[in-house]
Nanobody, 124 residues
Framework: QIQLVESGGGLVQAGGSLRLSCVAS????????MGWYRQAPGKQRELVAG???????NYADSVQGRFTISRDNSKKTVSLQMNSLKAEDTAVYYC??????????????????WGQGTQVTVSS
């Protein structure tokens, strides 16, 4: 059973900072891309930041220069440092991972996994 567990959400004033973390557990072959998505009330889920296994990152225009994504492959974690937070960053943030498994019967399989979500609320 592969699980992603997030932590670090909360309430912060505009201009403040928060750090989200996500750790993967279970049995798998390798974790490829990892990322953070968010969903605000009444809006679709959107990509905030993604990072490859090799460390190449990409960001949504709205967070570029304010958020930094990082990962530690040995610890199976991905983090999101969020600075200069704005009210419009308020959302539920979800960790995502593209996880590959391998078995003698099933072969190599890739699947997307999601965390349960963590609330980030920025007060203006």
């Amino acid at each position: 059973q592969i699980q992603l567990v997030e932590s670090g959400g909360g309430l912060v004033q505009a201009g403040g900072s928060l750090r989200l973390s996500c750790v993967a557990s279970g049995t798998f072959f390798v974790i490829n891309g990892m990322g953070w998505y968010r969903q605000a009330p009444g809006k679709q889920r959107e990509l905030v930041a993604g990072i490859t296994r090799g460390g190449s990152a990409n960001y949504a225009d709205s967070v570029q220069g304010r958020f930094t994504i990082s990962r530690d492959n040995s610890k199976k974690t991905v983090s999101l440092q969020m600075n200069s937070l704005k009210a419009e960053d308020t959302a539920v943030y979800y960790c995502n991972a593209d996880v590959a498994t391998y078995s003698a019967t099933g072969g190599y399989l890739e699947r997307d996994y999601w965390g349960q979500g963590t609330q980030v609320t920025v007060s203006s």
